[in-house]
């Protein structure tokens, strides 16, 4: 391009030159004659000049005809990857369309299991209620025997009284059959139960979320801190109210057992012995395995797992602190590996205030854990307070939160190892020390037991 331009500007400068030569020969009185030879050469200049523009004309359709090539062969990939674009697209829908039949059928098997459970759990009250009568009615009969026996020892048992004394026996055996085997179903169908919201969750998450390449695999669950053993079945006269009622009645050892606060229905706990103290657990983080961003009716009713990660649920909470006065323990440890803990008296209220917290702390060796000799409402990101900052939506999890938005959250967003910012820091579990830094948590354990 360059070599073209320059011979489009000689052209004229030669052209010109000759111009300038014939005008030139009226003012001359004697023109000269002209050289046939410098004719020859200025022809052999342009000639030569035109022939480096062909070649630079060839060049340059050349290069333009590789660049066409170029952009063919590009134009070629873009359509074959396009193409294979639109086919995974269609994969993708399809897999769609089965995930949705699949979590349709779920839920369809969902319900079926919580209409099960119900039922049992029914059954399951009706059958100790029965069990009680009848202990009552065995120990009225036992009683009755042994004052027959002390006033009239020579005399042989009647045969009918040993007859009803056996049948009795046998339908108390029965019963307690019959308990433990419904209470077996029960375990089995709410573990199936979880199970099956643990699938739909894991569903939902797939249809919604667009997957990444380089998704981390979440940790192996560890072990918790305290030795959990199997679900005990007690053999006293009606059902254990809490965890320290248990161990009143001689069991010791941390683990999963049925009570039955008063006015309440029969659910699992878990009970953590300390100091020969049996505390009820009501929130356990250790790990990181259970989402802890849930609803309101979630927080109302509890979730998680006992043997794990979990939320008791406000409502078992109040049904059990309503019977006495109750102290609320809070166990911390950070990533160094500091433990921390606080425990305060406290009343909980019930949903119509949005179970308010007011706390008065009693000891341990670290303060503001939670706001003191102030009003505390429970809010999720589904449950705004009115009159309160959107708390939730900030702090990620369901807590007690009041005029402001403060930076304790025991329920926040679980984080694998020590937050590096202020904004991670906020939304994951933490509390602020004397110092008022922030500081991240590794565990957190909220207990309750009665008040000396």
């Not at 342009?46 to 062969?73: C, E, M, R, S, W």
């Not at 969750?201 to 072990?223: C, G, Y």
């Amino acid at each position: 391009m360059y070599t073209i331009k320059v011979f489009l500007f000689i052209i004229p400068l030669v052209i010109s030159s000759r111009i300038d030569q014939e005008y030139s020969s009226f003012d001359s009185i004697a023109p000269e004659p002209k050289s046939r030879f410098a004719m020859l050469d200025d022809v052999k200049i342009l000639a030569n000049g035109l022939l480096q523009l062909g070649h630079g004309l060839k060049d340059f359709v050349h290069k333009t005809k590789g660049q066409i090539n170029d952009i063919f062969q590009k134009l070629n990939l873009y359509d074959k990857t396009f193409y294979d674009l639109s086919q995974q697209t269609n994969e993708i829908k399809e897999e769609e369309r089965e995930l949705r039949k699949t979590t349709s059928k779920l839920q369809v098997k969902n319900e079926e299991v919580k209409n099960m459970s119900l039922e049992l759990n029914s059954k399951f009250e009706s059958l100790i209620e029965e069990k009680t009568l009848l202990q009552q009615k065995v120990r009225y009969l036992e009683d009755q025997l042994t004052n027959l026996i002390k006033t009239q020892p020579e005399v042989k048992a009647h045969p009918e009284v040993t007859s009803l004394k056996s049948f009795v026996e046998q339908q108390d055996n029965s019963i307690k059959d019959l308990l433990q085997t419904m209470e077996n179903q029960y375990k089995q169908l709410n573990e199936q139960h979880s199970q099956i919201e643990k699938i739909e969750n894991q569903l939902k998450r797939t249809v919604t979320e667009e997957p990444t390449e380089n998704s981390k695999t979440r940790a192996p669950r560890t072990t918790p801190s305290f030795q959990m053993n199997e679900e005990k079945h007690l053999e006293y006269e009606g059902i254990p109210v809490d965890c320290a009622t248990i161990s009143n009645r001689g069991e010791k050892v941390s683990g999963i057992y049925a009570i039955r606060p008063t006015s309440s229905q029969v659910f699992n706990v878990c009970c953590e012995v300390k100091s020969g103290i049996s505390w009820t657990l009501i929130q356990y983080r250790i790990d990181g395995s259970q989402n802890f961003n849930e609803t309101w009716k979630k927080y109302k009713y509890g979730f998680g797992r006992l043997n794990g990660e979990f939320w008791l649920g406000l409502e078992k909470i109040k049904s059990i602190v309503k019977q006495s006065n109750y102290t609320l323990r809070i166990e911390l440890e950070d990533w160094k590996d500091n433990k921390y803990y606080a425990e305060y008296s406290f009343h909980l209220g019930n949903e119509e205030t949005n179970y308010l917290l007011y706390l008065v702390e009693i000891s341990g060796n670290v303060s503001n854990v939670l706001p003191e000799h102030t009003d505390l409402v429970f809010a999720t990101w589904d449950h705004k307070i009115k009159g309160q900052l959107n708390c939730p939506q900030s702090y990620s999890g369901g807590w007690w939160w009041h005029d402001k938005c403060e930076e304790n959250n025991l329920n926040g967003k679980y984080i694998k190892s020590r937050a590096k910012t202020r904004i991670e820091r906020r939304r994951g579990i933490s509390w602020k020390s004397q110092d008022r830094r922030l500081s991240s948590i590794k565990s957190t354990k909220m207990l309750i037991h009665p008040t000396h």
